[in-house]
């Protein structure tokens, strides 16, 4: 087992909720949180910087109450995601804010600074950090970070090209801390699978999308619905890092998804106002083939529970 941090140890189920660009709001952090899993977000989906605190007060009062009212089934923790590049403009801001609300989990993402571990670990924070290679992990947990989140082939968002059994097993054979895994991950049966592997948490992200509570468009929410992993494509042209995208919104876009340019990374732009590409174009991961229908995200997490509960049963051998 690996050594968890309190905030990670006793989760009343083994998912963290992955922070959707745009799409992740408090209703659906809260929503995550109450159904037992780990609701996350990113800061710069609060616009204008200012409602990050509104929105970090609503998540706290809302998670407490409901902790207050139901002792016996209380909430998994929440998180937020900083994106710790250097366009990102609203770091020091967003990260204050974290601070002053005492956010339980920090999720960073595109870069690793031991300042910002600092400042999570000041109030007794976790930080978990996105990384989609083992060199990249190395750094993470170098510069102060608790644990990691191994972004392999087939996530959404801006996946890596390992498959997730070598980038698990490279982790594991030197590290013995909280990791989570990322990469089509939408069934409990593959939530048991990344337990198997070595993981300690599933990572899931394009499932909630698809959820009545996710900011998302109706059509975006249907489109994942309707599409499988065929319509899937991987590529940097969007922001500069390479990721997986759905075909039909690259085509409504008016783009060929079979013939799409090569983007300059030096060119990567993750500024409080780049919103654009993401609004048009639909990040997504491979797992959505086992996505048939948009739901209620307790809905949602309780058919994982069922799923994963059946998995376990299924691979019970007789002695």
């Known amino acids: 087992m690996s050594k968890l941090p309190a905030a990670l140890s006793h989760l009343p ?3 963290i909720g992955s922070p959707l660009f745009i799409i992740s709001n408090p209703k659906l952090v809260i929503a995550q949180c109450i159904a037992g899993v780990v609701g996350s977000m990113p800061a710069l989906n609060a616009r204008p910087a200012e409602q990050l605190e509104e929105w970090l007060i609503e998540i706290t009062e809302a998670l407490a109450a409901h902790n207050l009212a139901h002792p016996e089934q209380p909430a998994a923790p929440y998180a937020i995601n900083q994106i710790v590049h250097k ?3 609203r770091l020091e ?3 204050a804010m974290c601070v002053k609300y005492k956010v339980p989990i920090i999720i960073t993402s595109l870069g690793a600074r031991e300042d910002i571990n600092a400042a999570a670990h000041s109030y007794g924070g976790v930080v978990l950090h996105d990384i989609i290679n083992n060199k990249h992990a190395h750094k993470a947990i170098e510069k102060g970070a608790d644990g990691l989140i ?3 082939a087939g996530a959404g968002g801006h996946a890596g090209v390992k498959s997730p059994f070598a980038l698990i097993q490279e982790i594991r054979q030197w590290f013995d801390g909280p990791v989570a895994l990322s990469g089509s991950i939408s069934t409990g049966d593959a939530v048991l699978a990344a ?3 070595g993981a300690d948490f599933a990572y899931i992200g394009s499932a909630f999308i698809a959820t009545q509570e996710a900011r998302a468009a109706e059509a975006y929410k249907q489109s994942i619905v309707d599409s499988n992993s065929d319509d899937i494509v991987y590529s940097n042209l969007f922001t500069g890092v390479h990721g997986n995208y759905l075909a039909p919104s690259i085509r409504n876009a008016g783009m060929d998804p079979d013939h799409l340019p090569v983007s300059d990374p030096s060119k990567m732009d ?12 639909w990040g997504c991961g491979q797992g959505i083939g086992a996505i048939t229908k948009i739901q209620s995200t307790a809905d949602y997490v309780d058919q994982l529970k069922r799923e ?3 998995a ?8």
């Open 13 to 15: 189920f083994p998912v």
């Open 87 to 89: 366009s990102n403009d």
């Open 93 to 95: 801001h967003d990260m």
């Open 150 to 152: 191994a972004v392999a």
């Open 195 to 197: 337990q198997a592997m």
């Open 270 to 281: 993750f500024g409080g106002d780049k919103t654009k590409a993401w609004k048009d174009i």
């Open 308 to 310: 994963y509960a059946a």
């Open 312 to 319: 376990r049963a299924r691979l019970v051998m007789p002695a």
